[in-house]
């Protein structure tokens, strides 16, 4: 199978509240997050894009770090739903990529050791109709004994400032769980999937 889509780091930005009238105006949004088509989470991923990526490595994380030259997963965010209704994007390093990219909901498979899934999250604010950075979230494949009570997967997050969370790995696997089948993962919704090669 061939994924060539990948996402590449780009260019630095400003904060949103430093950016010009017109550049704030094509990032303010006056309807609701549940009324979103695909263009409009497209053009709010545009205006965060940036700086979710900065601000996830700004404390060294290496995954934050390395994630965004990963396979992206789908052909973009998807709409509200797990991890506290936001909007999700996720990478795949190397090893997970083949796997995951198969979107294998009949399960009968686990994920080889080594694989890691990041998830960039984000939101847009009820009031201001403005982005929101959200958590990064992070699934690694740990060797049998290592993790067994949570399927061989560790957890992790960050803040948006790159500042690890502090997490329950049975808050994440207690989720998670209800993908047993799935090697304990959720996949983008069918519609931003890539199609199979």
């Known amino acids: 199978m061939k994924f060539a889509h990948k996402v590449a780091a780009g260019a630095t930005v400003a904060f949103l509240g430093a950016f010009s009238p017109a550049v704030a105006a094509e990032c303010t949004f006056d309807k609701k997050a549940d009324d979103f088509e695909q263009a409009d989470i497209d053009r709010l991923y545009g205006c965060l894009k940036d700086e979710l990526a900065e601000g996830y490595a700004s404390k060294g994380d290496e995954v934050a770090a390395a994630y965004r030259s990963w396979a992206v997963t789908a052909t973009g965010a998807a ?107 959720g996949y983008p919704d069918p519609d931003v999937r890539f199609e199979s090669n």
């Open 79 to 185: 709409a509200p739903g797990a991890h506290s209704n936001r909007f999700l994007l996720t990478f795949a390093n190397d090893i997970a990529a083949e796997q995951y990219l198969k979107y294998n909901e009949d399960g009968g498979f686990s994920m080889p050791v080594g694989s890691v899934l990041a998830k960039e999250s984000f939101s847009l604010h009820k009031k201001k109709g403005t982005p929101r950075k959200g958590p990064f979230f992070i699934m690694t494949k740990v060797a049998a004994g290592e993790a067994d009570e949570f399927d061989n997967w560790v957890y992790a997050a960050l803040q948006p400032s790159g500042k690890p969370m502090k997490i329950k790995q049975s808050f994440c696997h207690d989720c998670h769980a209800a993908f047993e089948d799935q090697d304990s993962l």
